[in-house]
Antibody, heavy 120, light 111 residues
């Protein structure tokens, strides 16, 4: 069974750093792209970027380039999304999702989401 | 402003048919890139509903169907049920922007 299990909710202050995770199981981790998707409160889905764990090829949406870092650790079949200086506007639910094939393909499995709250 | 345009809301009575449109451009909807649809029930993660414009994953009822024409795609739901009340999103890839794009989402209300 394919599972993506994300780390728990976080409450942070502006300026703090954060790294959230997405643990994959039930498939060949290195062979599938994993995407990160943001959903701000009451808003729609926004594609942030993707990583191919096999060779760590990473692509970012221009809207998120330089704002976040996506990484992966094959040894623990986990992808990460991190910030070096959080802002209040980073408050959102963040989802990871496995892509069926290439970057343009469907997201066939999703994590349960990680709620990040940034407040002073 | 999303690259893919969806109506903010649609509604229908139980048993009725509703459609949700997703309008794009030649750089994101057409022969080169597929449209996928996701259902997001309140408080849950999105779930793949339709892929490759018209295909249903295993377990998705045949009340849900997808179509594509020109630079638009549509999701149709027949025999509307209370449990269908959710947000629905279309998704494709935009070759001009080189990014995956989502529609703004459509809230379906079952009256």
């Amino acid at each position: 069974e394919v599972l993506l299990v994300q780390s728990g909710a976080e409450v942070k202050k502006p300026g703090e750093s954060l790294k959230i995770s997405c643990k994959a199981s039930g498939y060949s981790f290195s062979s599938y792209w994993v995407a990160w998707v943001r959903q701000m409160p009451g808003k729609g889905l926004e594609w942030m970027g993707v990583i191919y764990p096999g060779d760590s090829d990473t692509r970012y949406s221009p809207s998120f380039q330089g704002q976040v870092t996506i990484s992966a650790d094959k040894s623990i079949t986990t992808t990460f999304l991190q910030w070096s200086g959080l802002k209040a506007s980073d408050t959102a639910m963040y989802y990871c999702a496995r892509l069926f094939s290439g970057i343009a393909s469907r997201s066939d499995y999703w994590g349960q989401g990680t709620l990040v709250t940034v407040s002073s | 402003q999303s690259v893919l345009t969806q109506p903010p809301s649609v509604s229908g009575a139980p048993g009725q048919r509703v459609t949700i449109s997703c309008t794009g451009s030649s750089s994101n909807i057409g022969p080169d890139y597929d449209v996928h649809w996701y259902q997001q029930l309140p408080g849950t993660a999105p779930k793949l509903l339709i892929f490759g414009n018209i295909n249903r994953p295993s377990g998705v009822p045949d009340r849900f169907s997808g179509s594509e024409s020109g630079t638009s795609a549509s999701l149709a739901i027949t025999g509307l049920q209370a449990e269908d009340e959710a947000d629905y999103y279309c998704q494709s890839y935009d070759s001009s922007l080189s990014v995956v794009v989502f529609g703004g989402g459509t809230k379906l209300t079952v009256l």
